[in-house]
C-alpha cells in the first residue's frame, strides 16, 4: 500500500516498500536513460533514482526530472531498496526507486544561494583548496538576506531544533519546581533596564517604550503572591554597538522567586536547571549536535573541576583557582560571578548587608561570555525609591512598579537568560546571529 514517510525515518527495513516522499529537489543529474534525483526534507537527504529501462518511468518523465528546478517541492512515489556498497552524498542509505513523481511547487531556476554552498565547513574548503578546486563561500549578509533559503541547511535546521529543546527543557523543569508560566506586557510606560537602550514610541498620545525585559512585572507577580514565576518572551534593546553578541530583540528566559534565606537559593535553583538543560541538549539533540558539528566543530563544554561550597564564602584557595579559571578562560566552560559592585547594576538590585557597595547579585558566563544575569531585588519601598533616584531614573514612569511593594512583599530574587547567547554558546557558533531564526541587530530589520 501507499505510506507517507519522512526522509529521516527511511531505513533498510522499508526494503522493498513502495512509500510516498514530499521534499525539495536538492540535487540532479540526467545520464542516459537514468535520472538521479536527490531529494531532502528538513535536512535529511535520499537518493531517488528514475530509469527509462522495464518502461518504469516514461521518456517525457524522465526529461521532465532532469530539468527539475532545485528546491521544488515534489511528492516522489517508488520502491525502496538497497544498493550493494555505502551511498556517499545522502544522510540516507537505501534509494528510492521512482515510479510516480509530482511537482507540487516550483521554485525559481536560479537561486540566490545554493544548499551546498552553504552547508559547507571550514574543513570543506581547506580540503578544495588542496585539491584545487573552488567553492562559493556564501557571506553572512547574504544568508541573512535569503534566510528562508539559508535556514534549509542541514545545520539551520539543526540550531533551531536544540533552540526549541532550550525553552521545552526551560519550561519542562522550572514547571516541575512549582513555577508559574506568565506573560508580562510588553508595552512600558517607562524603561526597566536604564534608558540608553530603550527604544521609544508613541502610545496613543502617551510617550512609551518596548519592554527591555519582564523585569518589574515578574516582580510584581510576586508582589501578587504567585511564589515562583518564569516567562519566555520577546525582549527589547535599543544597543548601538554592532556585536557578535547583542541584537536588539531577543528572547527572554526570565524567572523569579521567592527567597527564604538567601540569593544563593537562586544560583542553586539555576545550577539544577542548567544541568537539566545541558543533559537534556546532550541526550534529546544528539542527531542535531552531529550535524551542528558537520558544519562548524566544537568542543562539547567542559566543567571546571572546582568544588565550592554554595552556601559558603569563597576560600582564598578556590578564589584563586576561580581567578586562574576565569583568566585562562578557555580551559573553562561554565562559572558564576558574584557580589557585583553596586555601582554596575541595576536600580532594583539589592545592596549586600555586611557591605552595601556590593551587591546581592551574580552573572553566569560560559565559554568566557555572559549568559545570565540575576539578582536579589529590593523589597523596601524606601530603598527602592531611594535607589532609583540615585541611578538618575524618571520614578514617575515607575510608581505603579514601586506601589506595588507597599502591601507587603516576600523577600525574592530571579534572573534573566538569553535564549539565542544560550544555543550560540553551547555550540560555540560564535555569533549570535546564527541563532536567531530573523536576526535583529543595529542594521537589520528585514526580512
Ligand atoms: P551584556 O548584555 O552581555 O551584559 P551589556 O550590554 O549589558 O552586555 P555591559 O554589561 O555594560 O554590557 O558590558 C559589556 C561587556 O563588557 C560585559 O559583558 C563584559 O564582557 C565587558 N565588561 C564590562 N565591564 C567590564 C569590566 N569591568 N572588566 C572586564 N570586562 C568588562
Ligand atoms: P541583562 O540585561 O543582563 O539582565 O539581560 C539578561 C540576559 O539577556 C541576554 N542579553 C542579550 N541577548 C542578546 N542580545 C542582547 N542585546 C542582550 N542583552 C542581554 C544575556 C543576558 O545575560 N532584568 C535582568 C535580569 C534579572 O536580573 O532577572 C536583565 O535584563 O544572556
Redesign the pocket.
Given at each position: 500500500g501507499r505510506k507517507w514517510i519522512k526522509v529521516s525515518q527511511l531505513d533498510q527495513e522499508l526494503k522493498g516498500q513502495t512509500v510516498l516522499v514530499r521534499g525539495r529537489v536538492h540535487a540532479v543529474r540526467g545520464k542516459g536513460k537514468m535520472a538521479f534525483l536527490v531529494v531532502r526534507e528538513s535536512g535529511y537527504t535520499v537518493q531517488c533514482l528514475a530509469s527509462i529501462a522495464e518502461n518504469i518511468v516514461s521518456k517525457q518523465m524522465l526529461k521532465f526530472i532532469s530539468g527539475l528546478n532545485k528546491e521544488s517541492i515534489i511528492d516522489v512515489e517508488g520502491e525502496v531498496s538497497v544498493p550493494p556498497g555505502e551511498i556517499a552524498g545522502t544522510s540516507q542509505q537505501v534509494e528510492i526507486q521512482i515510479r510516480k513523481l509530482f511537482c507540487v511547487s516550483k521554485a525559481l531556476p536560479s537561486l540566490p544561494l545554493t544548499l551546498e554552498d552553504a552547508s559547507r565547513s571550514e574543513l570543506d574548503f581547506e580540503k578544495a583548496e588542496k585539491e584545487g578546486k573552488q567553492y562559493v563561500k556564501v557571506g553572512q549578509d547574504t544568508r541573512l538576506n535569503n534566510r528562508v533559503l539559508d535556514l534549509r541547511t542541514p545545520c539551520n535546521q539543526a540550531v533551531f531544533r536544540v533552540q526549541s529543546h532550550v525553552s521545552m527543557l526551560f519550561r519542562e523543569y522550572l514547571v516541575s519546581e512549582d513555577f508559574v508560566e506568565v506573560h508580562t506586557p510588553k508595552l512600558m510606560a517607562g524603561a526597566?533596564?536604564g534608558g540608553s537602550?530603550v527604544f521609544t514610541l508613541d502610545y496613543k498620545g502617551q510617550p512609551a517604550c518596548l519592554a527591555?525585559?519582564?523585569?518589574l512585572h515578574?516582580q510584581m507577580g510576586i508582589c501578587a503572591d504567585f511564589g515562583r514565576v518564569f516567562e519566555i518572551g520577546p525582549?527589547f534593546?535599543a544597543?548601538n554597538s554592532f556585536t557578535h553578541?547583542?541584537?536588539?530583540e531577543?528572547t527572554?528566559l526570565?524567572?523569579?522567586m521567592e527567597i527564604k534565606e538567601h540569593y544563593f537559593e537562586v544560583i542553586d535553583l539555576l545550577d539544577k536547571l542548567f544541568v537539566h538543560i545541558f543533559d537534556g541538549l546532550n541526550s534529546k539533540c544528539k542527531k542535531e549536535l552531529e550535524a551542528i558539528n558537520q558544519q562548524y566543530p566544537f568542543e562539547p563544554l567542559k566543567e571546571a573541576g572546582t568544588i565550592v561550597d554554595p552556601m559558603g564564602d569563597l576560600n582564598t584557595e578556590s578564589e584563586k583557582k576561580l581567578g586562574q579559571l576565569v583568566k585562562d578562560k578557555y580551559d573553562t566552560d561554565f562559572y558564576i560571578l558574584h557580589r557585583y559592585p553596586l555601582a554596575v547594576r541595576?536600580f532594583y538590585?539589592m545592596p549586600c548587608a555586611d557591605d552595601p557597595r556590593y551587591t546581592n547579585?551574580f552573572?553566569?558566563f560560559i565559554r568566557g561570555e555572559?549568559?545570565?544575569?540575576?539578582?536579589q531585588r529590593v523589597h523596601d519601598v524606601d530603598l527602592l525609591t531611594k535607589r532609583a533616584i540615585e541611578c538618575g531614573i524618571d520614578v514617575k514612569s515607575l510608581s505603579t512598579y514601586i506601589d506595588s511593594f507597599r502591601y507587603g512583599v516576600v523577600p525574592h530574587g530571579?534572573?534573566?537568560?538569553?535564549l539565542?547567547?544560550?544555543v550560540m554558546l553551547f555550540c560555540a557558533l560564535g555569533n549570535?546571529r546564527k541563532t536567531s531564526m530573523f536576526p535583529r541587530d543595529p542594521q537589520r530589520l528585514t526580512p
Open positions: 526597566s533596564e537602550s527591555q525585559s519582564p523585569q515578574k525582549v534593546r544597543e553578541r547583542h541584537l536588539c531577543f527572554g526570565d524567572l523569579e541595576p538590585t547579585s552573572d553566569v555572559e549568559i545570565i544575569s540575576g539578582a530571579g534572573l534573566g537568560v538569553g539565542e547567547r544560550v549570535i
